[in-house]
């Protein structure tokens, strides 16, 4: 299967490409990958669709969040 993963150089976008590859062809795509997209843009995912071809699946995991230390109460 041809996968389009988009949020593809996160922490769980970038687990989920090594856990795809071994059996399937993977797209990856982020804002800061070969395959540009920013699903804030429709204009850019309008791109991504064009330019990738013959996709038999697309998952995402994509977000945009503040990281902060959590605070233990013990």
């Avoid at 795809?20 to 669709?49: T, W």
Wanted: glycine share 6%.
């Amino acid at each position: 299967m041809r996968i389009v993963v988009v949020g593809a150089t996160g922490t769980i976008g970038s687990a989920v490409v090594r856990a795809l590859q071994p059996k399937h062809e993977v797209v990856a795509a982020s804002r800061s990958s070969g395959v540009n997209v920013d699903i804030r843009e429709k204009a850019s995912l309008e791109r991504l669709f064009q330019a990738v071809k013959d996709i038999d699946a697309v998952t995402a995991q994509n977000a945009e969040v503040p990281i902060r230390r959590l605070r233990r109460s013990c």
